[in-house]
């Protein structure tokens, strides 16, 4: 079917192609793209584009949607979407896109030492609209990130200090300098598509320095901190190890929640 509908697109092309290219034009005023927060916290993207802009899009996510070796298990929906994810943090990180208000495009969570931590009964951390997130996602994110300190008193701003990063440039320069690709076995993500992780998690006091340092991409970045996945060290290297068991998950639509 889709054969027969490019051939009746290229007969229109030989036999009308002024009108051709005027409905090429009309289609491409109805392109759109809605991007909305469940009551869940997930969000839902729903997008009209044009041909090429569609092609392009689908090229790009094609490229990061491959398993990245034996145990990376998601599905192909999975994959497209972790793709996508990746494809807009890696254009933030690149530093290229145009700022506002002064400051690049970036996420903003706000916590505490005390949540960062996981403490058990601290409030949770959360994102700048307010949503609230797991401290395993803070700490993957702390791993490299720009630091505010805020004090407040009875919730007034006292004092911002100064922004400092978790890795330094030149850190994250010699880390680039060591690795070709994500650290993770199998794994042939670039560096420049990788984000530094702590062995010894920086928020638990782990050390900003090389042997403590490793380039994990978005997938396997996020299996470690949220997906119970640990990294040892192990002689002069480190070992992946999987969690133990699995938990069969049941399946759910985005944004829904169980009863009780």
Not at 90 to 115: C, F, Q, W, Y
Not at 180 to 197: L, V, Y
Not at 202 to 212: E, F, I, T, V
Request: hydrophobic letters at 35%; glycine letters at 8%.
């Amino acid at each position: 079917m889709k054969d027969l509908r490019y051939l009746t697109y290229e007969a229109r092309v030989r036999w009308d192609c002024e009108g051709f290219e005027r409905q090429t034009e009309e289609d491409f005023e109805l392109r759109s793209l809605d991007l909305s927060e469940t009551t869940g916290g997930m969000y839902r993207l729903d997008a009209w584009l044009d041909p090429v802009g569609g092609a392009a899009l689908k090229a790009a996510i094609e490229s990061l949607s491959n398993p990245l070796g034996t145990a990376d298990h998601r599905t192909a929906k999975q994959r497209r979407a972790d793709a996508l994810v990746e494809m807009a943090q890696h254009a933030m990180d690149e530093g290229k896109l145009p700022r506002r208000n002064g400051a690049r495009p970036h996420i903003s969570v706000n916590t505490t030492i005390e949540s960062l931590k996981g403490e058990l009964g601290e409030a949770a951390s959360q994102l700048g609209n307010g949503m609230p997130i797991s401290s395993k996602t803070v700490q993957r994110l702390a791993c490299e990130c720009t630091l505010h300190r805020v004090i407040k008193a009875d919730s007034v701003v006292m004092d911002v200090g100064r922004a400092t990063r978790s890795v330094s440039p030149s850190q994250w320069r010699a880390l680039k300098a060591r690795h070709r690709t994500c650290a993770a076995p199998e794994c042939d993500r670039p560096i420049n598509m990788t984000s530094p992780h702590h062995i010894e998690f920086w928020a638990r006091g782990g050390r900003s320095d090389l042997p403590n340092l490793l380039p994990l991409c978005y997938h396997h970045h996020r299996l470690v901190h949220e997906g119970g996945w640990q990294v040892i060290r192990a002689g002069d290297g480190v070992k992946f190890i999987p969690p133990e068991r699995v938990i069969p998950r049941r399946v759910r639509g985005p944004g829904m929640r169980w009863a009780a």
